[in-house]
């Protein structure tokens, strides 16, 4: 099992560009979550799914915007990236024994 | 003021001493999570406590949940343990979500 996947691992953007963070998990699990991490800071949720076709804002939801059409896909979108958007994006998804993380996306936006 | 508040922020220590690290938290719960994230940045999933204490290898995380306290403790450390170590919790009110603390950093010296 891979189990969560990220892409990309870096990305640049300019201001105002839109980019998609794609995540994928083979476990099956109902719930999936994204995160970022600004240094100092604890992890603020973005968005978070209990199930295809269900969605909801987390902390920190402005910004971005998430779909699930599937189980396995849980993409999270920036439409109109602003420097204030610069962190490390990470996907997760849990079952009632534990967390499973993606390996991290670090976005720089200028 | 963060909901759950990690002690020591930084921690430095030999090799082979024992390790405690603690999180407070101030709200009702109904499940902890300790994770630790590798200075490459992935994070992995240690213990979920809803109570007791639980063991693997050289870890072990306790909880008092009358007291909204958990520890980890490392026994015989080593410089591979050398990662921040993260706590959250699942708060009661709102089951599908996580909040963090700001992490622990621990550093084990040879």
Redesign the interface.
Same mark, same amino acid.
């Given at each position: 099992n891979a189990g969560v996947t990220q892409t990309p691992k870096f990305r640049i953007l300019k201001i105002g560009q839109s980019m998609t963070l794609q995540c994928t998990q083979d476990m099956n699990h109902n719930?999936m979550?994204w995160y970022r991490q600004d240094p100092?800071?604890?992890?603020?949720?973005i968005y &978070?799914s209990?199930g295809a076709g269900i969605t909801?804002k987390?902390?920190v939801p402005n910004g971005y915007n998430v779909s699930r059409s599937t189980t396995e896909d849980f993409p999270l979108r920036l439409e109109l990236a602003a420097p204030s958007q610069t962190s490390?994006y990470?996907c997760?998804s849990t079952t009632?024994?534990? &967390?499973?993380?993606g390996?991290?996306t670090?976005l720089t936006v200028v | 003021k963060?909901e759950?508040e990690q002690s020591p922020q930084n921690l430095t220590a030999q090799e082979g001493e024992f390790i405690t690290i603690n999180c407070s938290y101030s709200v009702g719960i109904s499940a902890l999570?300790w994770?630790q994230q590798h200075p490459g940045?992935?994070?992995?999933?240690l213990?979920?406590l809803s109570s007791g204490k639980k063991k693997h290898g050289r870890l072990i995380a306790t909880i008092n949940i009358q007291e909204k306290h958990s520890s980890l403790h490392i026994t015989a450390s080593h410089p591979r343990d050398s990662a921040v170590y993260?706590c959250?919790v699942r708060k009661l009110e709102t089951g599908?979500?996580?909040?963090?603390?700001?992490?622990t950093s621990l550093t084990v010296i040879p």
């Open positions: 719930y979550y100092g800071m604890g992890l603020k949720l &978070y209990v909801d987390g902390e490390v990470f997760a009632p024994g534990g &967390y499973t993380f390996s991290g670090r | 963060n759950v999570h994770l940045g992935g994070i992995v999933s213990f979920m993260i959250a599908n979500q996580f909040y963090f603390g700001t992490g």
